[in-house]
Nanobody
């Protein structure tokens, strides 16, 4: 069982930066792919970035070059550094943990992730 708690959301002006954190409980954190998804009002939840248990990353084209995912296994925490934010990035951001330990790829489908945080609101004003 993995429990996830996000923090770091808030209101920021366009062009600004925020860093989201996701603290995980459970001894299997280091063996799982971790990912960030986001959901804007009236839209489907979409993949933002993922990081494998070995440290490899995959980032959605929409945020590539602006967002960076990282993890600290000693702290059971995954981060999402968001730079050059635009109003289009406004959404609730969710941290997720893969249902399967040691998966060899970073999936983008929500169905691959069994554990979800409560969400962190990010609002970017123009």
């Amino acid at each position: 069982q993995v429990q996830l708690v996000e923090s770091g959301g808030g209101l920021v002006q366009a062009g600004g930066s925020l860093r989201l954190s996701c603290a995980a409980s459970g001894r299997t954190f280091s063996s799982r792919v971790m990912a960030w998804f986001r959901q804007a009002p009236g839209k489907e939840r979409e993949f933002v970035a993922g990081i494998g248990w070995s440290g490899g990353t995959f980032t959605a084209d929409s945020v590539k070059g602006r967002f960076t995912i990282s993890r600290d296994n000693a702290k059971n925490t995954v981060y999402l550094q968001m730079n050059s934010l635009t109003p289009g990035d406004t959404a609730v951001y969710y941290c997720a943990a893969d249902a399967t330990a040691y998966r060899t790829y970073i999936g983008v489908a929500t169905s691959l992730y069994d554990y979800w945080g409560q969400g962190a609101q990010v609002t970017v004003s123009s």
